[in-house]
Nanobody
């Protein structure tokens, strides 16, 4: 079992930045994949950014060049740095982890970008 706790969401104007944090209850060395997804009202959940254990990353086309994903192993934390935010980035952002072939999700954190 893995518990994931997100923080860092909030309200920001278009063009602004936010950094989301996701703290895992286990060492992230033991987690094969971590990432962030988001879900806007009326939309399906979509993958935003993925960080693989080897260090490679993957991003949705809509956020490439604006979002970065990183980790702090000592603090069992994964970050999503979001720059140049747009109103269409408004959503609930969820951290996830793939651990021992199981998928785990955080409770979500709201990001609202005003125009």
């Amino acid at each position: 079992q893995v518990q994931l706790v997100e923080s860092g969401g909030g309200y920001v104007q278009a063009g602004g930045s936010l950094r989301l944090s996701c703290v895992a209850s286990v060492s992230i060395f033991s987690i094969s994949t971590m990432g962030w997804s988001r879900q806007a009202p009326g939309n399906q959940r979509e993958s935003v950014a993925t960080l693989f254990s080897g260090g490679s990353t993957n991003f949705a086309d809509s956020v490439k060049g604006r979002f970065t994903i990183s980790r702090n192993n000592a603090e069992n934390t994964v970050y999503l740095q979001m720059n140049s935010l747009k109103p269409e980035d408004t959503a609930v952002y969820y951290c996830y982890a793939v651990f021992q072939r199981g998928w785990y999700w955080g409770q979500g954190t709201q990001v609202t970008v005003s125009s």
